[in-house]
């Protein structure tokens, strides 16, 4: 390699970081914690067995064991069952009985309580956490007008209901870990005393609402709410335009708040430390900044993440020691999951920790690619320059996207195709927002109006980001969504992952292990293609939900249940959509155990179905279904009434309407309603039953949809996207695709 390009590009070595594995120990033990079953009985019993019995003879065999290894085997083992314990630790929070009454029924009520965050800005209104008197559970409030301060008092009048659902990631679980167990729309607020939390946090929140309300002073909007999100960690400010292109182009971390936030901030904290008080005091003075920053911020996981592992860096220049980004990560995992067992279940948590994963571990071997590849092809300084200038634009981001791919198919089940070149155009600007940035945010505090030449200066990069994520993310193919799932392809890709990082702890390199496997080519390839195979095939598996897609138009509606039984609903007002169905049932198992024939026109359509599929059985059509008819699926029962079907499912309910008038009994009530038929129709029988959502396939209502009928969700098969919902039998997750 031509030596001028730059050093070879070293992974960090597991050898080396011996928090790792222990730190890993700890985590599988939180998750062997989590798949027990919750309740009070389990932690007397768990707590007590490990602590009496199976901790102390781990220790003493550990103590006596001849061998390095075992004793190392044994320990994690020990780790591992503290984590476990930890796991079933947690305090469960709780609502007053009346307060919890309210949010079961959607009954209105007058609160009073504490304010116990920041409200977030929501128009001309606000959000924000609220304790109400008599417990420790939290509710999420919406206020339509004012906005409260963190530590008041305050009155509320209003109504109480459950935790939304929501298309995309279910928010209920990310709620429930903040102690959030219900919402409140108040119509009515008073403040009745101010100054009832922790000072320290009153400040720095105060600090925060003047330092956004005097950058809007100096930066028009959508540039002011951006960078109010990157220096603040005040995501409300930004429009949701701008925040929809942001995840369509894959720039959503440039908002987050994460290492690169801290690095500058320790950067300039010890530039202008030492240089006034002296290195000692630079180094104190940094390291008390870090955590103050963290809480002003808001302390996500990934700021609390990046504020541990700064804060181990400065410590250790404190000690004259080198610190070590992997043993650092370790020890930021185990204390926020010692802190609190439910932070590893938090998507920025995970999403942070896999991202600095790929940029420890991807990273480095994408740029020694880099440095080959630019060696042949360009002269030494044009090759050292070019390595540079992708190094900071695309390699860094490119290894944390593909580290965290599989975590974003799995939550988001979206993937931003045009991220690498989005990042590529925006990622060099970044600096300069910062650069610029954090001046005219110091000055627009100090002097107001008068640091707007500051604000000039800041706004250009600034709108060419936004620019640049308008323009990528309207690109056809900016993005691609998938059906709910996708589990067993990210547990294989990490599993690979970690397999490959102990390979490395046990010594073996990337070319003793590639020496090694040279002559087992033909074998590896095979069973390559045999793991591609059986991976595609498990992914059509039941995993346990029962599934719901209607297709575009309303013209079929697919029910697949947890034991892989099938029923296809078709309308006859359009063909069956073949290509999308042969993506759902997959390669292998074209089976559908019944076809309901919505109509006689349908009958038509059956035809082209059976050369593609296995029909087993077929209702309806020229033959009326009888009303009250019931089929046993698994564990899904079908119903059917005039018009349409009921589908019990555990304890969640479905109405699938078809185009024609559907009679309900006054005493039936759904959670979702599909309407394969006119929108409208669905919109009221929505309302009729009290459904809390409506996938929608016929012909649009045109307007505010969800306003017309009260419904919180309203989602439409229509512009060539499928619906698709999915149920364990307690817990919906709907989500949309091309």
Aim: aromatic content about 8%.
């Amino acid at each position: 390699m031509n030596p001028h390009v730059g050093p070879a590009v070293r992974m960090p070595d597991l050898r080396g970081a011996p928090l790792c594995l222990p730190a890993l120990a700890w985590l599988l033990g939180l998750l062997l914690a989590r798949s027990l079953p919750s309740g009070e009985g389990l932690f007397p019993r768990w707590t007590l067995f490990f602590l009496i019995w199976t901790l102390p003879m781990i220790a003493a065999v550990g103590l006596r064991f001849p061998h390095p290894g075992g004793r190392r085997l044994l320990l994690l083992l020990l780790i591992l069952l503290l984590g476990a314990i930890r796991g079933t630790l947690r305090p469960i929070p709780s609502l007053p009985p009346p307060v919890a009454a309210a949010v079961a029924e959607g009954a209105e009520l007058t609160l009073e309580g504490i304010v116990v965050d920041d409200p977030a800005e929501r128009g001309t209104g606000s959000r924000f956490r609220f304790r109400p008197d008599g417990g420790d559970g939290l509710l999420r409030v919406d206020l339509p007008q004012g906005r409260p301060a963190y530590g008041d008092r305050i009155r509320l009048t209003g109504r109480a209901g459950p935790l939304p659902v929501s298309a995309g990631v279910d928010p209920r679980a990310a709620l429930a870990r903040q102690g959030v167990l219900g919402v409140f729309k108040a119509r009515e607020w008073a403040r009745l005393r101010s100054g009832e939390g922790n000072p320290l946090l009153g400040l720095l929140y105060r600090a925060r609402g003047h330092a956004r309300a005097r950058l809007r002073e100096i930066l028009p909007d959508p540039e002011a709410g951006l960078l109010i999100g990157i220096l603040l960690g005040d995501e409300s400010s930004i429009p949701w335009q701008v925040e929809q292109a942001f995840a369509r182009s894959g720039l959503s971390h440039i908002v987050a708040i994460s290492g690169y936030n801290i690095t500058l901030l320790t950067a300039l904290s010890l530039t202008i430390f030492t240089r006034l008080l002296g290195r000692r005091i630079a180094l104190w003075g940094t390291l008390i900044l870090i955590p103050v920053y963290a809480l002003f911020v808001g302390a996500s996981a990934s700021v609390v993440r990046a504020s541990i592992m700064g804060a181990l860096t400065v410590i250790a220049w404190m000690l004259g020691r080198s610190s070590d980004a992997l043993n650092a990560l370790s020890l930021s995992a185990f204390l926020m999951t010692l802190w609190d067992p439910a932070a590893m279940e938090d998507i920025g948590f995970q999403l942070s920790f896999a991202a600095t994963m790929g940029l420890l571990f991807l990273a480095p071997p994408l740029e020694a690619w880099a440095q080959g590849t630019m060696a042949r092809l360009f002269r030494d300084p044009q090759a050292a320059t070019l390595v540079e200038i992708l190094r900071e634009a695309l390699l860094v981001s490119l290894a944390a996207q593909i580290a965290t791919a599989p975590l974003m198919l799995y939550h988001f089940r979206e993937l931003s195709l045009v991220a690498p070149l989005a990042n590529l155009l925006t990622l060099p600007m970044q600096p300069l927002v910062m650069a610029l940035g954090i001046p005219a945010a110091i000055g627009a505090m100090l002097v107001g109006r008068l640091a707007a030449p500051l604000g000039w200066a800041a706004w250009w990069p600034l709108a060419w980001t936004i620019r640049i994520a308008d323009l990528t993310a309207q690109w056809p193919l900016a993005t691609v969504r998938v059906a709910p799932g996708y589990l067993e392809g990210m547990l294989l890709f990490y599993g690979s992952a970690l397999t490959l990082l102990l390979l490395r702890a046990w010594g073996l390199s990337w070319t003793d292990l590639i020496a090694f496997l040279q002559p087992y080519r033909p074998a590896i390839r095979a069973l390559g293609l045999i793991g591609a195979l059986s991976g595609i095939a498990f992914t059509y598996l039941p995993d346990g939900r029962t599934r719901l897609v209607l297709f575009e138009g309303g013209h079929a509606l697919l029910l697949e249940t947890p034991e892989g039984h099938r029923a296809l609903w078709l309308d006859g007002s359009g063909d069956p959509p073949l290509g999308e169905l042969g993506r759902w049932l997959g390669p292998f198992d074209r089976r559908l155990d019944i076809v309901i024939l919505q109509g006689e026109e349908a009958i038509r359509k059956v035809d082209i179905l059976r050369g593609r599929c296995e029909v087993r059985h077929i209702l309806g059509g020229e033959t009326p279904i009888s009303a009250g008819l019931r089929i046993e699926m698994g564990t899904v029962t079908m119903r059917a009434i005039p018009g349409g079907w009921i589908l019990e499912i555990g304890g969640q309910r479905a109405l699938v309407a078809g185009r024609h008038t559907v009679e309900v009994e006054e005493e039936i009530s759904a959670d979702l309603v599909i309407a394969m038929g006119e929108e409208r129709r669905g919109l009221a029988l929505a309302r009729q039953v009290n459904a809390w959502g409506l996938l929608a396939g016929g012909k649009p209502a045109g307007g505010a949809a969800g306003a017309v009928s009260g419904l919180r969700h309203v989602w439409r098969a229509q512009g060539g996207r499928w619906i698709a919902a999915a149920t364990d039998g307690t817990v919906w997750w709907i989500g949309t695709g091309p």
